[in-house]
């Protein structure tokens, strides 16, 4: 398993997401930011499987990639999807056909839904590329 190209790899995708989000202003993050912003990007935790065959040491790598939106200061009303639904598919321009090393990116899922607090709405995408 290519557990060495998991960091160059989050680089990578954190670049062209950055990039995607810069003109929107809206920030990236790897982790959960303390008092977040009313949208932010996280990039999730990541996988590895093996998929190596014969002598060849190969992994999938599977990266998840969440939009955040949500109401700031004292608005209790829901901002519905319609904006989290935009910010995914802007990540999903940047990230859709991304290389890195001989691999390039392929598309696996999105799901949006509404948070337990009934007013963020989170975009989930998830991405895999064998390196």
Known sequence: MTVSDAWPLQQTVYSAVAGAMA???VEVFDHVPTNPPAEYVRLEGSNIDDNSWKDTERGRHSVVISAFTRPVG?????????RVKALCGLI???VKD????K???Q????????DNDGVTSMGMLRYTIIL
């Open 23 to 25: 003109a929107e202003g």
């Open 74 to 82: 004292t608005s209790v009303s829901s901002v519905g999807q319609s």
């Open 92 to 94: 999903h321009d940047a």
């Open 98 to 101: 991304l290389r890195h090393g």
């Open 103 to 105: 691999g390039r990116m």
């Open 107 to 114: 598309f696996e899922f999105m799901n949006v839904e509404s």
